[in-house]
Every structure is written in C-alpha cells, then in structure tokens.
C-alpha cells in the first residue's frame, strides 16, 4: 500500500519541477515549448541587433536584451534592482584603489559586464578590470558595451594564458580584459586584489576558488540571491547549501548575513586565510557580504574560533551565543538571560547555526566608503552608509559626525595601518613575513581591549514586542529612552523598525512599558502620559475596590435587570480583570 500511494512522478529539466501526472507534465513542456525556452539551453542564437535596448547607470551604457530583466529567459541578466548593491561595490572597491594602485580586480559573473565597466570608467588607471562569463552570447554582449563606452577590449578564450587583443596589445589602462571561463577555472589559474562573485543564487560553489589565490589584505565582496534559503523559508536548502540549522525569527535578515559570513570563513580557513568582516548589508533581494583577507594559519583560527552556535528561546525571543569551549553543559538554557524555561513546560529553546559571531561592520572602512560616495556623487548609496556608520558605533543619527576618511584613529583594519596622504607608500605594508606577522599579533593585543566597543548582536523589534492595549511611543523617542537609561542603542538597516541595543530583553521590555500609553483613559489629557511604577499600581488597586464594591451590590440585588445594567455599564475586560 505504501508504494502504490507514491505513484509516479515526472521532473521537468528546464524549470526543475515535479509534477505527479502524465498529462499534467505534458501540458508543463507544451508550455516551455510555447515559450521557446527548450531552444535557448542548447542552441547558441545571437540576438538581432534591431532588438537591443541600450540602458544607462552611472554614466555608463550597456545594451541589454528585451527580456533582461528575467534571468532563465535572457542570457545578459541586468537587473535594475541592484543598483545599490553595485554602488555599494565600487565604494568598496573605490577605498582598496586609494591603499593601493593598480589592483587587479575581477568580476567572475559578467552578464552584460555594467559593473566591471563602472569600476573602469570611474577609477582608471588605478584599477585593471578583468570580466569574465562562462556564456558566449555574454561575452560578445561585454564587447561591444566596452567598444559603447569607448573601452578596449582584450578577449581570452582559452583556459591557458593565449590572449587575443582586440585593438592595442599593450596593456592600455582603458583597456579591459573579458574571458570566457568557470569562474572557479579563473579564479585558480590566476590571482587578484578583488573579487566580486555575483551567481545566481548561492555562491557556497566559488568560495574555495575565491580565497585560493587571492592576494593578501585584498577584498572578497559577495552577493547572495537565495533568500528564500536564507531567509529561512527553505531551511532545508540552507542545511543543504550552509551546513546551518535556522528557524523564522525576527532578526532573521541579521541572522541569513551571519550565515553567509560563517560558510566565507570556513572557505578561507580551508585555504591558510582568515577574514575581517566590513561590511554585511540584507535587504529585500540578496545579501552583500564584503570582508579582507589575512593570509596566515593564526588569522584563520582567530576567525574559526568565531563560529559559534545560537541559542534562542521560542517564547520570549531571546537569544545569546554559546559560550566558547567543548565541554558539554548539563543545562544549557542556564545561559539564555530569560526564565522561559522554569515558567514554560517542556523545550523552550533551539541550536541555530553554526553562525558568525564577530562583528558584522568595519567602522573606519564604512567612514571612507562613504566619503567615496559623496565624492562620486552615489546618491543612493549615500543614506544606507550614514546608516551603516551609525549602527556600527551603535549610536543614534543626531550624533553622527562625518570626519576626515582618513583620519588616523580610524585607519588600523585587519591589524594593518592602511596608507595616508601624508604617509610614505612602505608605511601601509611591511615587507616580510615575520615582521607583518608581528604588526599583526600587536594589533590584535591592542584591539582586545577595544572589544567592547563593538556593536552588540542582533537587534529586537519595537512592534513584536509592544504590549497589547497600549501606545509605544515613536522610535526615536525610545532610543532617546533606552540611551538615558544607559544603554547603547542605535537603528539598523537589516529592520526598519528595529533597535540595536546593548540593553537585555527583559530590561527593552520595561522601558517600553514605562512609557508607552493605554489606548483608551478616562479624561486623559493631551499629549504622552508616562506610566510609572506608582502610578500604574494605584490605578490597579483603586480599580480592584470599585470592583469589589459592585461584588457587594450584586449580592443585594436578586433582579436580573441591575446585573444587566452593571454588564454593560462595566465590560468585562476592565483593568481589574
């Protein structure tokens, strides 16, 4: 019975789905067929040049398909989305080129190549772009945008290193490099001061390619598209894809950036490397993660020892990380700061993870990304740094100051003093492995101290935890609260309603309830009526004797018509209640 309930089913191999009857799955390939989408896999067609739009961003125009904007329908993928996110990069890749001059940077996935021909257009001689895509209709679409833009191109076909330079030979700083290659075949063959891995989808298949060879103290910048794994909507997908366990919560954005962190830092400690976060940005379509790479055994157990589990409890929403070490705890809710679990039968809490326990933001590189915004003029990019700056200090917009991005407190990255203005080009980067190995343990002495400093983890929700019948005051409003009582307290850009804060839940909890507002009173006055403990404990107990005093008057009264009259005089869902 078991195996004639199964039946049998059918699996699609251009969309990938399963359908259980033939006659459905005969209808789904009548319909891909329809659509032409069972040629394009298979048969290479250049599209009619008649057919092209031509789009511009940045300054730079690229010509797309009429179906661009749908990724199994094109083969130049643009999406107009994500431009933050490609301004978002060139500001990172925009502060390396001010370290040091020229980088090599690549863009493994290329599409219609707009982000490999912004860095160019915009930076010049400081930076050599490489764009690679494994797809022929792309790289013929990459050369003729880089002949729009007025841009030489230099094709590499081949898997070996057998160029073939179309215009000058010599390596012109307007000219541009496109291969046709797996990213993974690239990125092992040759070596780069940047790379940024864009695939559509999970980028879990290109990490160890990524950390093999790229060059020390460079940038590894990742975009992750899978959110519906990340997210935790497919929590199978992300124990497939991460290796993490993760369940909906209400920091789940925080929670899906430290899951890409933790699989980055696995990868690079795979190859001798270890990372410094400086960036992790979740919003509505993908997730950008950007981190340096140290290159050492010791780096990459610093930033192994990192990983860690998440203990977060059901009820409450609680959450702290587990404490380091591997002796096994014989009560491991002792560490969550609630008493859900002395209250509330059974298992309150579960493991989440393993996830990136350090800090998710570089406050001195998010200084100087913004002042290459500002200095570009990347105006979308401009009010998410401010916002990113603020969160990284955990402190509220109204005490943001904008200082010299290269302001001398602000430049020790990594356990590497980046170079300055006034500053010698030797300062920035000691030759020698011992002696850079020294700068290193030095710096991480220092920075031990400044630990407290960081940001704290994760961020609560104003609205999930408002108290029914009452009016929680405006946001700013309580961050004014939370930091008069002591506490840091910033916004965050992963919610925008939620508050990053140092304060425990419990303590969140009762700041809100001091000053939030019953939704209906009896001859309440204009404007926020603040409900102390005294009081709200005076009203409670003075509504408790007009209760008991109608107690009394009912066991007077037999007639049904006062008990009436009191019913609906008095509802039942009084403050006595």
Not at 27 to 51: C, D, L, Q, W
Request: with cysteine; charged share 25%.
């Amino acid at each position: 019975q078991t195996f004639s309930k199964m039946g049998a089913h059918y699996h699609c191999i251009i969309c990938s789905a399963t359908i259980t009857r033939r006659s459905d799955m005969i209808g789904h390939i009548n319909r891909h067929v329809n659509k032409g989408e069972t040629e394009s896999r298979f048969i290479t067609v250049p599209a009619p040049k008649s057919s092209l739009e031509v789009l511009k961003e940045s300054a730079t125009d690229v010509q797309v398909l009429p179906n661009y904007a749908t990724p199994h329908k094109t083969d130049s993928y643009f999406n107009p989305k994500m431009k933050l996110n490609r301004q978002l990069i060139f500001c990172a890749l925009a502060v390396l080129a001010e370290e040091r001059s020229p980088i090599e940077c690549l863009d493994a996935f290329g599409a219609t190549g707009i982000m490999g021909l912004q860095w160019a257009k915009h930076l010049g001689s400081s930076v050599k772009v490489t764009i690679n895509d494994c797809n022929e209709n792309s790289v013929t679409m990459i050369q003729e945008n880089c002949h729009l833009n007025k841009m030489k191109v230099k094709l590499n076909i081949k898997e070996e290193d057998h160029d073939e330079a179309v215009g000058d030979e010599e390596g012109n700083t307007d000219t541009i490099e496109v291969t046709k290659m797996d990213a993974n075949v690239i990125m092992h063959l040759r070596s780069f001061d940047f790379i940024h891995l864009d695939p559509f989808g999970t980028s879990v298949n290109y990490l160890d390619s990524a950390f093999r060879n790229v060059r020390n103290l460079g940038i590894v910048s990742l975009t992750s598209t899978d959110i519906s794994s990340l997210y935790a909507k497919a929590q199978h997908v992300a124990l497939r894809h991460y290796g993490c366990n993760i369940v909906r919560t209400e920091y789940y954005k925080e929670l899906a950036a430290r899951i890409v962190i933790a699989a980055v830092t696995r990868a690079a400690a795979r190859c001798n490397k270890g990372i410094e976060v400086l960036l992790a940005v979740a919003l509505e379509h993908f997730v950008l993660v950007v981190v340096r790479v140290l290159r050492g055994p010791s780096p990459a157990d610093d930033s192994a020892r990192k990983i860690r589990y998440l203990i977060h409890c059901q009820w409450c929403e609680e959450r702290i990380f587990q404490k380091e070490g591997n002796m096994v705890e014989e009560n491991p809710y002792q560490q969550l700061p609630c008493d859900c679990h002395g209250s509330m039968p059974g298992k309150t809490a579960v493991a989440l993870g393993p996830l990136w326990s350090g800090p998710l933001f570089n406050t001195g590189f998010l200084r100087r990304m913004l002042f290459e915004a500002v200095q570009y003029g990347l105006d979308e990019a401009q009010p998410l740094l401010k916002t990113l700056v603020c969160e990284a200090e955990c402190t509220t917009s109204k005490h943001f100051s904008t200082h010299s991005p290269y302001d001398e407190n602000k430049q020790e990255e990594c356990g590497v003093y980046i170079k300055t203005p006034n500053t010698a080009a030797e300062s920035y980067l000691l030759q020698g492995k011992r002696r850079s190995d020294e700068v290193i343990r030095s710096a991480a002495k220092r920075q031990k101290s400044e630990n407290s400093a960081e940001h704290p983890a994760f961020y609560y929700n104003i609205h999930r935890h408002s108290i029914k019948g009452m009016n929680m005051p405006k946001l700013n409003k309580f961050l004014n609260y939370l930091s008069e009582a002591g506490y840091r307290v910033s916004r965050t850009h992963f919610d925008p309603m939620g508050v990053r804060t140092s304060a425990p839940l419990a303590q969140f909890k009762t700041i809100l309830m001091k000053y939030s507002t019953p939704t209906y009173t009896v001859g309440q006055a204009e404007g926020p009526v603040h409900l102390n403990e005294g009081v709200l404990a005076e009203q409670v107990q003075a509504a408790a004797t007009v209760k008991a005093e109608d107690v009394e008057f009912l066991e007077d009264d037999k007639s049904g018509v006062t008990a009436a009259m009191f019913t609906n005089d008095y509802p039942t869902h009084c403050a006595a209640d």
